[in-house]
């Protein structure tokens, strides 16, 4: 049993064990105690497996895109890159930080890179030489995190790798310039997204429909979900390809506002009042159904359906 359970020490919420104070309540102080099973091949779950992998292949743009803030001369050019944090409590980023957060990344995938190669790593090994410009920054840490990739299933299946990994990958830090910078904490402070959507469809794990998708950003890459509720991830070649049917329906990301999941799309609430879109489109003309960036509002649907919900 013991092997066969996150060696991250995840849980899963809510989930009590029987011995718990909480056991069996709705509400409580713990936020779940039970284990997360782990992946099938592996030493740590699934979520654990799928954020790993998610850094890793976002290493280059991170670094890239810090890089480029850093020194706006040194620029690559980035299309489509929003430049958002997620965690808008945090201060703004200050330029040591932007050197300290690229430079301990990619030190961290220099010594993964040559640790995979067989050779022997030694104690320091240097970051990024100053005025490196953003895109052979990018290439030096997405070619080191491309090279983890590869053996990646190898070394999630070793209790000493996939722990040290983990600690220099997604262990995410609490304070807002951590003494060393993981990528988690890095694509936290810096998130770029092209086009991100939406997706219509609920998420599998908390039922909210707050699964942002996000369209393949190099041809021949997959495409990407992840739950911003729960933090449920995903790519459309996961699980047999089940992810890209499930969330072919997306809508447009509103201008920074929340998702609000009774805003329904065209097809969605016509579905839900049973009528045509055509119907759907006249009582929105009429008045008696708001309407925004081409949604729909819920409840003057049940309104007009006398659907008390
Ligand atoms: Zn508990
Ligand atoms: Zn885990
Ligand atoms: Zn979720």
Redesign the pocket.
């Known amino acids: 049993m013991a092997d066969r359970i996150c060696a991250c020490g995840c849980t899963v919420p809510d989930v009590h064990y029987a011995t718990c104070p909480d056991f069996g309540k709705d509400e409580g102080d713990c936020m779940g105690c039970a284990p997360r099973e782990a992946r099938d091949g592996a030493l740590i779950c699934e979520r654990c497996y799928r954020t790993l992998r998610r850094c890793l292949e976002d290493a280059g743009d991170v670094v890239g895109l810090i890089r480029s803030i850093a020194d706006p001369s040194k620029a690559a050019r980035y299309d489509a890159v929003r430049v958002q944090s997620s965690r808008p409590d945090l201060p703004a980023p200050v330029a040591a930080d932007l050197v300290d957060a690229s430079d301990d990344i990619v030190r961290v995938l220099r010594m993964w890179e040559m640790h995979v190669a067989g050779e022997v790593v030694p104690d320091s090994v240097p970051g990024l030489p100053a005025g490196t410009w953003a895109g052979e920054a990018h290439t030096i840490a997405q070619s080191a995190a491309d090279a983890v990739l590869e053996v990646l299933d190898e070394l999630v299946n070793d209790r000493d790798e996939v722990l040290a990994l983990c600690a220099g990958v997604i262990e995410r830090h609490t304070e807002s310039s951590p003494a060393v910078w993981s990528l988690a904490d890095a694509l936290t402070r810096w998130s770029f997204e092209d086009r991100p959507r939406w997706a219509d469809a609920p ?6 429909k ?2 942002r998708v996000q369209p393949p950003r190099r041809r021949g890459t997959a495409s990407r979900y992840g ?6 991830l995903a790519n459309s070649d996961d699980d047999g390809g089940l992810w890209a049917a499930h969330f072919r329906e997306e809508v447009p990301l509103g201008e920074g506002a929340p998702h609000e999941p009774r805003w329904l799309t065209l097809a969605a609430a016509a579905r839900h009042a049973r009528v045509t879109t055509g119907t759907m489109r006249r009582w929105a003309e009429k008045g008696l159904v708001a309407t925004k960036d081409g949604r729909y509002w819920q409840p003057d649907i049940n309104e007009k359906t006398g659907d008390a919900a």
Do not use: I, L, N, R
């Open positions: 998420c599998p794990d908390c039922d909210m707050t699964v739950c911003t509720s729960c933090g449920w």
